[in-house]
């Protein structure tokens, strides 16, 4: 509750600091996901503009483009390198194609809550994953907060064991790490672009994927969807990329400060704003007429027994054993630090995100 009094406070005193430059400096951010103007992400980065805008008192303008209007995730992470795009809200999908560490994100079953990956995101190992990622590829992440967690539905039949996974055509980002997961429980993996994956799920290029409760309902997935089964395989971040040569070149020490600490209050806003929708869209699916199911501790223990050693070895092998130890550190410090407060934090997370909409846009 104190770090979220304290990013509160942090956020509301952002405005005061910005440099009088003379030129304009747009910063056109990618997202691949939806542009409804309830959605998570469009709320949280509208959060970032009024904050970057104000404190820089109009020297720097942000352009957000959603629903993959400047291409799908792979190719609006090709830009932020290349500096084309300067920012991008982006999943972990195309990033193992930039830097193949990104894996150990896809560890199935390696959270055991929200917060205990907030505080991992928010220590040492987003620290540490952050600068190895800025210096293998140029580009900056200026925060990781909450894609969530994926769970699987499909259009052929309820989903309560691995067994039940057998010869499920299975729609996969393009991580290597959720492919092998998908292997290991007998489903077929078959990476799609976000951005296509409705019109392959109408047309039955694929009978199943898997994707976080508010992806399910924004992009109206319960249409061609009737399964949903709630395993929690993976708990997935979205990153806040800026490409470096823009951050160093184009923005003032002062412009610098400003974007960080509103880039902090995207990645507090979405946390909160995700959970929110989580928990108000599985009600709105179940109303939908998706057949929802919630397996048992020891039906979980089935999916995770097969799923989790078999990603384990494939990343030892691909990044090799430290960062995976890092990643198994991490989860099990948060979990320590979390206790039995997570649902208590949650609750203060969708507090915080709700009042800096109402202080920077809702006005």
């Known amino acids: 509750m104190k770090k979220v009094i304290a990013l509160a406070a942090a956020f509301a005193l952002l405005c005061v600091s910005a440099s009088d430059s003379c030129a304009k400096v747009v910063i056109k951010l990618a997202n691949a996901g939806p542009a409804n103007p309830d959605n998570r992400t469009v709320k949280a980065v509208e959060i970032f503009k009024a904050m970057v805008e104000k404190g ?18 792979r190719e609006a992470l090709e830009g932020v390198k290349m500096g084309t795009i300067q920012m991008g809200t982006l999943s972990s999908g195309p990033v193992a194609g930039f830097f193949q560490p990104v894996m150990v994100f896809g560890i199935p079953y390696l959270f055991s809550s929200a917060p205990a990956a907030w505080d991992a995101y928010d220590g040492k190992f987003g620290k540490e994953y952050s600068e190895a990622f800025l210096k293998a590829t140029g580009v900056r992440i200026l925060g990781i907060t909450e894609n969530g967690y994926r769970h699987f539905t499909n259009n052929v039949r309820e989903i309560k064991s691995p067994a039940d996974m057998k010869g499920l055509k299975v ?15 007998g489903g077929s993996p078959t990476p799609i672009a976000f951005g296509e994956l409705y019109t392959a799920l109408q047309q039955k290029v694929v009978d199943a994927m898997e994707c976080p409760i508010v992806l399910i309902h924004d992009m109206k997935f319960y249409e061609v969807q009737k399964y949903l089964v709630l395993d929690g395989h993976l708990y997935d971040p979205l990153f806040i990329f800026i490409n470096e040569e823009f951050y160093q070149k184009k923005l003032s020490p002062d412009e610098q400060k400003v974007v ?8 507090a806003a979405h946390n909160g704003f995700s959970q929110e929708a989580n928990i108000q869209g599985l009600q709105k699916l179940k109303e939908k007429g998706m057949i929802v199911y919630q397996p048992t501790k020891e039906e979980l223990a089935q999916f995770r027994e097969i799923a989790q050693p078999a990603a384990l070895k494939y990343v030892k092998e691909k990044v090799g054993e430290e960062w995976v130890n890092k990643a198994l550190e991490a989860a099990k410090e948060g979990e320590a630090k979390v206790g039995d407060k997570a649902d208590k934090i949650i609750e203060d997370y969708i507090k915080l995100a709700n009042d800096l909409y109402s202080q920077w846009v809702k006005k």
């Not at 729609?171 to 429980?185: I, Q, Y």
């Open 171 to 185: 729609r996969t980002m393009e991580n290597p790490v959720h492919m092998e997961m998908v292997k290991s429980l």
């Open 56 to 73: 820089t008192k109009g020297n720097v303008e942000v352009q957000a483009y959603h629903a993959s209007a400047l291409g799908n995730e």
């Open 260 to 267: 960080q600490e509103a880039a902090k209050a995207l990645a």
